[in-house]
Nanobody, 115 residues
Framework: QVQLVESGGGLVQPGGSLRLSCAAS????????MAWHRQAPGVQRELVAV???????NYADSVKGRFTISRDNAKNMVYLQMNSLRPEDTAVYYC?????????WGQGTQVTVSS
């Protein structure tokens, strides 16, 4: 069973930056895909960014050029650097990993962008 623990959320002013971290533990198998999703109140959860074991990445159009996803395979960590934050980025951010054929989710961390 894989456990995911996110950290780094909080309150930030528009234009500010935050860095989210997610630590994965409990897996002896290679983690293929690591991703960040987000969900705002009353809105469907959406994929923000994904990074594969090859290092390839994909981003939602709304965050391209502002957010950067990265991973540390040795530590089973995934990060999301968020710059130029906007009020519409306010949401609960969830870490997700794929191990084998199984998906695992973190508990979420709140990001609030407000002046």
């Amino acid at each position: 069973q894989v456990q995911l623990v996110e950290s780094g959320g909080g309150l930030v002013q528009p234009g500010g930056s935050l860095r989210l971290s997610c630590a994965a533990s409990g897996s002896s198998r290679r983690i293929y895909q690591m991703a960040w999703h987000r969900q705002a109140p009353g809105v469907q959860r959406e994929l923000v960014a994904v990074i594969y074991s090859s290092g390839g990445t994909n981003y939602a159009d709304s965050v391209k050029g502002r957010f950067t996803i990265s991973r540390d395979n040795a530590k089973n960590m995934v990060y999301l650097q968020m710059n130029s934050l906007r009020p519409e980025d306010t949401a609960v951010y969830y870490c997700q990993v794929v191990v084998g054929v199984n998906n695992y989710w973190g508990q979420g961390t709140q990001v609030t962008v407000s002046s």
